[in-house]
């Protein structure tokens, strides 16, 4: 299950199972979103990302969905492996990505075998 | 893909020393490098960004006498942490980003420093 508190919210998932992280962005006005990983000890990773002129966008094993009118962001992970889990943070920008990204608070994705 | 390679991955050092870490981009250049602050179970915060041949930018609330910032080469970033103090353990992480490509921002993997 997703909790949600002073700590980082956890999503706990079977491995096995379809993940889905949400994430809320704050600025109307991004209009480039990104999905990063961040291993623990490491720097965060590129997973997918998607312009605002698009609802969804799919790559292996993960979806992003977009919904512009609540500002809204899923993640979505088919068939989660162990391998997954690491905190993920969604990222908002601007002009395409020019701007630099702000980072959103995280979740962190805790898979059992 | 783009690389930036971080040094040191982690350190340790004395109250009141300084602590310098290098950001590297390795297959692309960078006039523009953004320097990262990331506390336990918690996002990163952009602290500064860091432009070639010419002076920092630092975000509101970081002090730009603390940490130094500089950006010496196409490829080379700078930050050194000055009289280190226990409250500056964190992580930090350096990006830049490899041009309009997908990819956008590529970072680095990270320096751990302790203040003891």
């Known amino acids: 299950g997703e909790s949600v508190g002073l700590h980082l919210p956890t999503l706990s998932v079977q491995e096995g199972d379809n993940s889905i992280i949400n994430c809320a962005y704050s600025n109307s006005a991004s209009d480039y979103f990104i999905w990063y990983k961040q291993e623990s000890g490491k720097g965060p990773q590129f997973i997918i990302d998607i312009r605002s002129n698009m609802d969804k966008r799919q790559g292996q094993r993960v979806t992003v969905l977009l919904n512009k009118t609540v500002k809204h962001l899923s993640l979505q992970i088919a068939a989660t492996q162990p391998g997954d889990s690491a905190v993920y943070f969604c990222a908002e920008s601007r002009g395409g990505g020019s701007y630099i990204p702000t980072f959103g608070r995280g979740t962190s994705l805790i898979v059992h075998p | 893909g783009a690389v930036v390679s971080q040094h040191p991955s982690w350190v340790i050092c004395k109250s009141g020393t300084s602590v310098k870490i290098e950001c590297r981009s390795l297959d692309f250049q960078a006039t523009t490098m953004f320097w990262y602050r990331q506390f336990p179970k918690q996002s990163l915060m952009l602290m500064a960004t860091s432009n070639e041949g010419s002076k920092a930018t630092y975000e509101q609330g970081v002090e730009k006498d603390k940490f130094l910032i500089n950006h010496a080469s196409l490829t080379l970033s700078t930050l050194t942490v000055t009289s280190a103090h226990p409250e500056d353990s964190s992580f930090y992480i350096c990006?830049?980003?490899?041009?309009?490509?997908?990819?956008?921002?590529?970072f680095g993997s990270g320096t751990r420093l302790t203040v003891v």
């Open positions: 990006s830049a980003r490899d041009g309009a490509g997908d990819y956008g921002y590529t």
